[in-house]
């Protein structure tokens, strides 16, 4: 198989260095962290700047744990204006890359595939790595940082390790030179993919370093991690089959949609099915927006203590797959009296569309001998129901029409509506 060159490109701090733009300020120079100042000190900062990195304030840090005495901008996250960044910085790559092969792995992180395109440009991967970040910095402000590899795992570790030791935040790797600085690294969890998890695991038979889990005998690491053993071992040598046209080509055996939420403070039992029904209720309109039905649905509760409390779970079944919100409320409703425990406040919910397909209209759908034409005209009036409130809010936005539900004081979906990945879309 024909070597290839990937680049990984990750934009540095890249909300905070957007609202740093945004005000007319060096992201390399200014102390600013983006966190919901509506929210608790407890909250998590969303990014700090790189001149807040060098003080040893860690990225993910909370509000109280950045020194008393340092004097610092508090910017609101305004995740649509980030998007809009990200959809700016994109455009700068398909002018030089084709879609195909782009893959964006994150709101600030994409591979890109520069084997079929280095000879046509007279460059070097570098020089085409350059030349991309130089761009990114004078028509959008944001700095940048690369890795480059001959896979995309030797890419990613480029960018994750090297990269930001080097004066111009580039970090080459090939096999040869992945196992002659890196073999002997730590610690582990710096690598792509190995979680806390995965290095206690290996840490408790004396497993430390990359070198030594490529000496180790394979058939223990696959006794410890069953079939993601093999991702490590190939890992551990600097090995990465998969490729971005074969994620292009990629197809799910089984597709489900899902949504979560982590209340603001404990909710009770009433409070909680609430959410539980306000949630449902934007996943039926998902579904019908989307034009897809559901077999089933998956309800996860986290109790307040999650710590020594298991959450609660379980799934219900439908007859036939759909997406009516008159079949799917009730059986979620009824879902959550039976498992979860009345005494115990509920912080977190997730809820799960399984085995979700495209919507057959009914000359081919199949039926039932249990199947009646007064079910099925119900079913219809709700479905054009539920299109027509899509149909408002998409033309006048997604609280133009709500239900009396969502005016109760533990309702969250008015707030939701303007939020984008659960925080402020700062619209």
């Known amino acids: 198989m024909k070597n290839r060159t990937y680049i990984c490109i990750d934009l540095k701090s890249f909300y905070a260095s957007v609202e740093c733009v945004e005000r007319g300020l060096d992201p390399m120079s200014t102390h600013l962290v983006v966190a919901d100042p509506e929210r608790s000190e407890k909250t998590i900062c969303l990014a700090i ?119 111009d935040f580039i970090g080459i790797l090939d096999e040869e030179a992945y196992r002659k600085l890196l073999w002997d690294y730590k610690p582990l969890q710096d690598f792509w993919r190995i979680g806390k998890g995965t290095a206690k695991t290996l840490e408790r038979y004396g ?92 309800v996860q509760i986290g109790y307040s203590n999650a710590l020594h409390t298991p959450p609660a779970k379980g799934t219900i079944k439908f ?23 009345q005494n115990k406040p509920v912080r977190r919910i997730n809820i799960t569309c399984n085995h979700v397909t495209a919507y057959m209209p009914d000359d081919f759908s199949q039926m039932s001998l249990f199947d009646n034409s007064f079910e099925d005209k119900s079913n219809a009036r709700n479905n054009k129901v539920q299109k027509a409130v899509l149909s408002i809010k998409k033309k006048y936005g997604k609280n133009s029409i709500l239900k009396g539900m969502n005016y109760s004081d533990a309702a969250t979906t008015r707030d939701r509506n303007r939020q984008i990945g659960g925080h402020k879309s700062g619209e």
């Open 49 to 167: 700047t790189p001149s807040m990195k060098k003080l040893g304030i860690k990225n993910r840090c909370r509000i109280f744990e950045i020194p008393k005495h340092l004097d610092y901008i508090i910017a609101s996250p305004r995740m649509q204006k980030y998007i809009d960044y990200s959809a700016e910085i994109y455009a700068i790559y398909l002018r030089y890359v084709s879609k195909d092969d782009i893959h964006i792995y994150s709101i600030d992180e994409a591979f890109l595939d520069l084997t079929e395109y280095l000879k046509t440009y007279h460059m070097t991967a570098k020089e085409m790595a350059l030349m991309l970040m130089d761009k990114i910095l004078e028509e959008v402000g944001v700095r940048a940082t690369c890795g480059i590899g001959t896979n995309l795992y030797l890419a990613k570790i480029a960018l994750d390790i090297t990269a930001k030791h080097a004066p």
């Open 319 to 341: 007859d036939r797959a759909t997406s009516a919100d008159r079949i799917i409320l009730p059986a979620v409703t009824s879902l959550y009296n039976r498992i979860v425990d």
């Open 207 to 298: 497993i430390t370093t990359m070198r030594q889990i490529a000496e180790m005998d394979e058939a223990f690491l696959y006794r410890l991690f069953g079939i993601d053993a093999e991702l490590l071992i190939n890992h551990a040598w600097g090995l990465e089959p998969v490729t971005i046209k074969d994620i292009k080509a990629y197809k799910p055996k089984s597709n489900c949609i899902s949504s979560g939420q982590v209340l603001m403070r404990d909710y009770n039992f009433d409070e909680g099915k609430l959410i539980v029904r306000e949630m449902m209720d934007l996943l039926c309109l998902d579904l019908v927006d989307k034009g897809l039905i559901t077999a089933s649905v998956t």
